[in-house]
Structure formats: C-alpha cells, structure tokens
C-alpha cells in the first residue's frame, strides 16, 4: 500500500500551527522565528515529508523549467553547449526541457507549444529554424545563441574581434621569428626554427619579405579605428578581450 503524501494541514496538525504559518515556513522562512522554524524543520522529518515541486509550481506560478531547442547533437559544438548549458544547473537551480528540432518550422512550434504547456520560464535556441520575430511572438525571454536575432536577446561570437586578435597573434608570433632570424645567419635562419616544424615550414614557403620585413602596414591598420557594420572596434584594444557580444 503507498505511503500517504504528507500535506500542509497534517504538518500544521503535528506542530499546532497554522497552515498559513506551515506555508510562510516554505515560502518565506525568515517570516518565523528560529525556534518555529526549528520545530516545523523537525515536523517535516518526523513524518516523512516530501517536497512537491509541482504543488510550489502551482502555489506561486514559477516552474523553475527552461526550455532548450538544438538543431542536433551529433556536431560537437551543439553536444558541448548543451553540457555546459547543463552544469548550470549546479548553480542556478533551473531544470532544463530539451527538444532536438531538425525537420522544419512546423516540428519546432509543436516542440515550444509543448514547452509553453509546461509554464517554462524561458527559451534558449540554437537552432536557425525560426525567425526571431517569430520566437518574439511567444512572450517569454527567449536568448538566441550564434543565429539571428533581431527582435531577441542573444549571445554571439564576435567573428570581426576574434579575426583581429588571430592576426595580432600572428604579427606577434611573425615578430619573434624576427628577432631569432636576427640573431642567426641568414643561412642557418631557418635552420635555428628546426624544432619548431609549423614555424620551420612556414618560413620556407613563404616569401622571404614577409618575415624578414617589418610589418607597418599590417600594424598601422590594426590601430586605426574601423566600423564594421554593426559595431566600432578599437583595434588598440588589448588582444585578449573576450571576443563574445551579448546583445538584449
């Protein structure tokens, strides 16, 4: 026979409080002294009780449920979002409902109208099914990873920074090979970079000017100001900034 589902009224029968008191005790706790909070605490192992995540959901109309919607999960970039997007739960609490949407518009509205069904409290998308307009439509905080999102909060990765601190690396790395090709003779140069073999075999199929020259041109238009279309970068900024936006 199933164990009897401890309720309110039979916590607030074994302590001689009130229901309404047994509800501050879950709701909000440092409404009580610490002497009741102590007898109702021990109330709760002395009969056994059970959260009800569904009976709070209920009682103040937060599910504490995020929905996630992913193309796939056979492209690592997609299986490795979704684990971190996971962890977070270690931190934050939130429970995650997860659909893999690949065959069209019409799976993916099914799959957020089963979502909204269970009261999410918002939706992380990394799929490109769906126009942000659309998903604006639902209601709910919707964050958008590396897709379009006009109408939506989004995270994404600035392609124009991380392109220029790649090349701020390699005028770096082309600058040491300088300074070493320098110090050797011009025919052991290349012969000093023999245990570095990337930088060995660059060096020799590149045109000798483009390490045995300085770079001024390069360097003169990595610190003057560009505006690409969406934003103005500074390329004096420091190299190892993030290269993330997050846009809302």
């Known amino acids: 026979m ?5 309720t309110f009224a039979d916590i607030a029968e ?20 610490l002497e009741n909070q102590e007898k109702i605490s021990q109330a709760l192992e002395d009969l056994g009780y059970k959260k009800n995540k569904l009976a709070k959901v209920l ?13 796939n999960l056979y492209l690592h970039y997609y299986s490795e979002m979704l684990t971190q997007l996971l962890s977070s739960y270690r931190d934050y609490h939130y429970k995650f409902l997860v659909f893999v949407s ?3 518009p019409d799976e993916e509205e099914q799959y957020i109208e089963e979502l909204m069904s269970y009261q999410i409290e918002g939706l992380i998308v990394l799929s490109h099914t769906l126009s942000s307009e659309k998903l604006a439509s639902y209601q709910i905080p919707v964050i958008a990873i590396e897709r379009e999102a006009e109408h939506i909060c ?17 005028i770096r790395l082309f600058s040491v090979i300088r ?12 012969d000093t970079f023999k245990g570095d073999q ?15 020259s300085p770079s001024p041109i390069m360097e003169y ?28």
């Not at 009682?59 to 193309?71: L, R, T, W, Y």
């Not at 930088?199 to 390490?211: G, L, S």
């Open 2 to 6: 199933a164990k009897k589902q401890v």
């Open 14 to 33: 074994y302590t001689h409080f009130s229901k309404t008191t047994i509800s501050r005790y879950f709701n909000h706790p440092d409404s009580l002294t």
């Open 59 to 71: 009682a103040n109309g937060k599910s504490e449920f995020i929905g996630i919607i992913v193309p």
């Open 102 to 104: 690949d065959n069209g």
């Open 154 to 170: 989004s995270v994404t990765t600035d392609n124009y920074m991380g392109a220029l601190q790649a090349a701020s690396l390699l």
């Open 179 to 190: 300074r070493r090709k320098n110090a050797a003779s011009t025919t052991t140069g290349i």
């Open 198 to 212: 990337p930088i060995a075999r660059a060096m020799e199929r590149a045109p000798k000017d483009t390490w045995e």
């Open 221 to 248: 238009r990595f610190n003057t100001r560009l505006t690409p279309s969406n934003a103005e970068h500074n390329a004096t900024s420091d190299p190892t900034r993030n290269a993330l936006v997050i846009k809302g």
